[in-house]
């Protein structure tokens, strides 16, 4: 009997080690990412958006290119600026994606690159940003649109840079940026979605 309690004693402190340990190696972030001029890497930031399609399903794509930069300084002056190029839009279907380039959508010939730039960066009592207000400018019009951001990992990652990463969401109308194109069958509402790593400079 006592053998047996001891066996149970020893595991249960062997699993209590192990979640401990879980615990420790987790990539939490205990502190905010660090003030300074960041640009965004690329390789690891996309940009999704959905959209109804006929009420049947919500079609989802991707922009393929992006780039920006920005600084964070919660006791100043912050700012953040996002360049899209608009021809990189990928929605998985090439016949489709040919069409969203044209006129009757984005006109990538005419309208070459979506901008978002920052106006006002509110954050949160641990220096964390939490909203970005700032202005989207897409197929020639530009309108207000605010981010709500939350903060990731910030830290040294194996190559020894100062790597910050944040998500960031929105919800527009493609109809206030001129895009009228099918407004019975595709939806006007569009969801933003936007993963992003930057280096700190």
């Known amino acids: 009997m006592n053998h047996h309690k001891s066996f149970f004693s020893r595991a249960r402190l062997s699993i209590a080690a192990v979640g401990l340990a879980l615990l420790i190696s987790q990539p939490g972030q205990a502190d905010p990412a660090r ?61 489709r994606d040919h069409h969203l380039r044209s006129p009757d959508f984005f006109n990538a010939r005419q309208f070459p690159r979506i901008t978002f730039t920052s106006t006002d960066v509110n954050y949160n009592d641990q220096g964390e940003p939490i909203s970005i207000k700032g202005t989207l400018k897409l197929h020639g019009k530009s309108r207000p649109l605010t981010l709500k951001v939350t903060a990731k990992r910030a830290a040294k990652d194996p190559w020894g840079n100062y790597r910050a990463g944040f998500a960031a969401s929105a919800t527009l109308k493609r109809s206030d940026f001129g895009m009228n194109y099918m407004p019975g069958g595709i939806g006007d509402e569009v969801k933003l979605d936007i993963d992003m790593e930057a280096l700190r400079q």
Not at 45 to 70: C, M, P
Not at 79 to 92: C, F, G, H, Q, V
């Open 35 to 95: 003030p300074g001029h960041y640009v965004i890497d690329a390789g690891h930031t996309s940009v999704h958006f959905s959209i109804s399609h006929l009420g049947y399903s919500d079609l989802k794509g991707r922009f393929n290119k992006v780039e920006g930069e920005f600084d964070l300084n919660p006791q100043g002056k912050s700012k953040l600026e996002i360049r899209i190029p608009t021809a990189s839009i990928d929605t998985n279907h090439e016949k």
